[in-house]
């Protein structure tokens, strides 16, 4: 079976920093996705990680633990329009399981 | 380049009635998926393909059914619509390989939101 946790929402101040943490517990694991999604939009790729460590794409970075089933995502000099939930997933045996998704509300 | 068409974007439908939620893809990719989102909740696997003729259940196959007779197309089926079904809708395609050519990432359909009353 799939467990994924991922807090339910978080509230940051425009131009701070926030960490988003996603643990998981999978029957197996060939890489985790980082998906953000607007409000009634599709989800849109952010970031995937298939070995440990840090990868780092303009604002956005994940971090990734396979003997921890950790992972994290860090969304820095937030920007108004970063708010929208983000969906930390484990893609094994051909398919893609996603948390319940992290809210992220950014004020002014 | 479309990418994932879905059809149609709304939808309401009494109780007991049937319906097919359409979707196509442009990209050759052989992986297909449709995915539920009820409000505030993650993305919940229905079914999926690893290609023509090919379809496996996942988590929530549940009074939905699916085909995949070309590699373009994956409709999903709703047979006798119950007010559980009432969700938006996400159609979703890869292809698989090595993760550094950008295999395995999951290119997703608008999405098709569905009342049931």
């Known amino acids: 079976g799939q467990n994924i946790d991922q807090p339910t929402e978080m509230t940051a101040t425009e131009g701070a920093i926030v960490q988003i943490n996603c643990t998981y517990q999978?029957?197996?694991?060939?890489?985790l996705f980082w998906y953000q999604q607007h409000a009634g939009e599709a989800p849109t790729f952010l970031s995937y990680?298939?070995?440990?460590g840090l990868e780092e794409k303009g604002r956005f970075s994940s971090f990734l633990s396979r003997s921890k089933g950790y992972s994290y995502l860090l969304l820095k000099e937030l920007q108004m329009k970063d708010s929208a939930s983000y969906l930390c997933?484990?893609?094994?045996?051909?398919?893609?399981?996603f948390g319940a998704g992290t809210t992220v509300t950014v004020r002014a | 380049n479309a990418g994932v068409t879905q059809t149609p974007k709304f939808r309401i439908l009494k109780i007991g009635q049937s319906m097919t939620l359409q979707c196509t893809q442009d990209?050759?990719?052989?992986?297909m998926y449709w995915y539920r989102q009820d409000p505030g909740m993650g993305l919940k696997l229905i079914y999926y393909?690893?290609?023509?003729?090919?379809?496996d259940k996942g988590e929530v196959p549940n009074g939905y059914n699916v085909s995949r007779s070309t590699t373009e197309d994956f409709p999903l089926r709703l047979e006798l619509a119950a007010p559980s079904q009432t969700s938006v809708y996400f159609c979703?395609?890869?292809?698989?390989?090595?993760?550094?050519?950008?295999?395995?990432?999951?290119?997703f359909g608008a999405g098709s939101r569905l009342t049931v009353l």
């Open positions: 979703a395609s890869t292809r698989p390989g090595d993760e550094t050519s950008g295999a395995n990432v999951l290119t």
């Open positions: 999978t029957s197996g694991f060939n890489g």
């Open positions: 990680n298939v070995l440990d």
């Open positions: 997933a484990v893609f094994n045996d051909y398919k893609l399981s």
């Open positions: 990209m050759n990719h052989n992986y």
């Open positions: 393909s690893v290609g023509a003729g090919i379809t």
